[in-house]
């Protein structure tokens, strides 16, 4: 049975993407994939279980029913950490994990296994990526995000924790590289990469629509209320304005798509966002949605413009500067109904990925 370990040099370096693309294209030639994430940070609560959040998403798009207890054996709740400090138990961990891998590779081809952040995570309680890919006996793929210098310098640290531990790095997939700068990038970092004995195995570049964030996703985030236009919140989110100056002078940065934070007192800065058109001849709105800060509900006027704008309208308690900052800070991660962004992730992979390499090294 073959075995892949997808690890990365840093959280959201795009591990479930790439892991999904895998999965998805070698379904066509395996047929029988399983999918493991021994250890998960981000975990939603299914049938009283904590299960991570990427294998319920590879469980439903890739068709994998392996059971999500063993997809993801732990769950690294808060406290756990602390917990197992002063009380160790090392060899319940590995049982776990053992004993959920044995019964997802049961029948597969190959088992595709995710990894949580670089590689040293998961050190604190004796269970790191790359003891945990030694355990299992797999090969290792290194994601990292795109540029030349700090990518490299990473992946070589990356690759010495994993060789400590006796575990083979495949090679490197290099993830959103800007396409203005995709094929610079890509020649120097293969070379560069190249000189250190490491096989770069693909080049991904960036696709801004895979890191839109949609209203939906922004409330399950945040503590933001709905005011209106509930029916509206699958609306993707390409650009976020902080809207703090004079309104004549916001319409220069507004584009399509673009959300709006002001607080809900600027009406002046609201009806600016309403009067804001894609073009001469179109009546839909440049502006996708609002954020309103400062827990000010506008007055009734203003309140029945934004109801009839079928745009959703947000209410944060916080001020301009903290909701424009949890926005900033948001992991747009891709759902199980994100169906154009599941199928640019598949082609995306296809295209850009040496699979016969791949398969070659394991």
Not at 270 to 284: V, W
């Amino acid at each position: 049975m073959r075995k892949i370990f997808i690890a990365a040099t840093k959280q959201n370096d795009g591990k479930t993407t790439v892991s999904l693309g895998i999965i998805k294209n070698l379904q066509e030639k395996f047929g029988k994939v399983g999918f493991i994430k021994p250890i998960g940070q981000r975990y939603l609560e299914e049938e009283g279980l904590k299960i991570d959040e990427d294998s319920i998403l590879i469980e439903e798009v890739c068709g994998i029913k392996s059971g999500l207890k063993d997809m993801s054996p732990i769950a690294v709740e808060k406290g756990f950490t602390e917990k197992y400090i002063m009380k160790p138990d090392k060899k319940n961990i590995t049982g776990q994990i053992q004993n959920s891998f044995r019964r997802i590779s049961r029948n597969q081809q190959l088992v595709v296994i995710e990894g949580t952040g670089h590689a040293g995570v998961g050190s604190v309680f004796d269970h790191s990526n790359a003891s945990v890919a030694r355990l299992l006996g797999s090969k290792v793929i290194i994601i990292s995000s795109g540029g030349v210098g700090r990518p490299i310098d990473e992946i070589i640290l990356n690759k010495a924790l994993f060789e400590k531990e006796g575990v083979k790095v495949l090679g490197v997939i290099v993830n959103k590289v800007l396409p203005d700068k995709f094929e610079k990038i890509s020649r120097l970092v293969r070379k560069g990469l190249e000189r250190k004995g490491i096989d770069v195995l693909g080049v991904l570049p960036f696709n801004p629509m895979l890191a839109r964030p949609t209203f939906e996703q922004i409330l399950e985030e945040t503590d933001f209320q709905v005011l209106c236009g509930k029916e509206f919140l699958e609306r993707s989110v390409a650009k976020v304005i902080v809207a703090a100056m004079e309104a004549r002078d916001a319409v220069r940065y507004i584009s399509e798509d673009s959300l709006m934070i002001t607080p809900g007192d600027r009406e002046d800065m609201i009806i600016c966002g309403l009067s804001s058109f894609r073009d001469a001849g179109n009546s839909k709105l440049k502006i996708c949605g609002m954020v309103l800060t400062g827990g000010i509900t506008p007055e009734p006027p203003i309140m029945g413009l934004l109801s009839k704008a079928q745009i959703p309208v947000l209410l944060s308690k916080s001020d301009t500067y903290d909701v424009a900052t949890c926005l900033h800070d948001l992991t747009v991660k891709i759902r199980p109904c994100d169906k154009d962004k599941i199928d640019t992730v598949i082609k995306l992979i296809k295209e850009n990925v040496d699979f016969k390499k791949i398969l070659k090294g394991i």
